[in-house]
């Protein structure tokens, strides 16, 4: 879920948590959940509900997903899609191989990693995007709103290269100053537009999910 908007912690980690923290996450029923069903991430269930809901995975689908790491994502895409499906997953941050799954580690922002994502794709258009990413938070709300905006741009902007014609994008995004004008964006671009909150989200946090279905390339000069 990491793309590089500072530097990480000296663990390598995103973030540093306090023990309160941890007590929370270990007794989270979504973490609970993830550990029985053998999901990498609590995660995992915020896909399910989202693809359930708004009819996003179908067998055979091309899938790229942005900020994968640690691969929740992609193992409920490797489940649901079958074995004539292609997931290409990258991040930042190194990801445990998954079988069926191709990874590429490197900062979305750059374009050695455009490239290199666009070789594994092999020229064949994509069906869905989804993102993942996030901000490694600096604790100054303004300068990570920021980021988490210019991330989901960064995401749309792919999707306009590389989404087939009625494909779809999921973007995680955080409410807040510039939320309305991203949303905005997407509508220039998607027949439909929805703000989703999944249950596995925490309750404290801004974050939601905008899904945008029905992918029109030749809405490039359309600025309703």
């Not at 309160?20 to 995992?44: C, F, I, L, N, T």
């Not at 899609?81 to 991040?91: E, F, N, Q, S, T």
Request: net charge positive.
């Amino acid at each position: 879920m990491a793309a590089r908007s500072g530097p990480l912690n000296p663990a390598g980690k995103k973030h540093k948590f306090g023990t309160a923290w941890m007590h929370e996450h270990v007794s989270d029923h979504w973490v609970q959940e993830a550990k029985a069903k053998g999901y990498r991430s609590r995660a995992a269930f915020k896909l399910i509900e989202l693809a359930e809901r708004d009819d996003l995975l179908r067998p055979g689908m091309v899938v790229v997903d942005l900020g994968a790491a640690p691969g929740s994502w992609c193992q409920v895409l490797r489940e649901r899609l079958g074995p004539g499906a292609r997931i290409v997953a990258v991040d930042l941050l190194p990801m445990e191989p998954i079988a069926g799954v191709a990874f590429v580690q490197g900062d979305f922002g750059e374009n050695a990693t455009l490239r290199a994502l666009e070789a594994e794709l092999g020229g064949r258009k994509v069906d869905l995007v989804l993102s993942d990413l996030a901000p490694n938070i600096s604790g100054i709300a303004s300068a990570d709103q920021a980021r988490s905006v210019h991330l989901g741009e960064l995401a749309l902007e792919f999707a306009r290269v590389c989404l087939q014609p009625g494909g779809d994008l999921v973007v995680k995004a955080f409410q807040g100053e510039g939320f309305t004008e991203l949303q905005r964006a997407f509508r220039r671009f998607f027949d439909k537009v929805h703000v989703r909150k999944p249950k596995a989200s925490r309750d404290r946090s801004p974050e939601v999910f905008l899904v945008g279905k029905g992918f029109r390339p030749s809405s490039a000069g359309d600025n309703r």
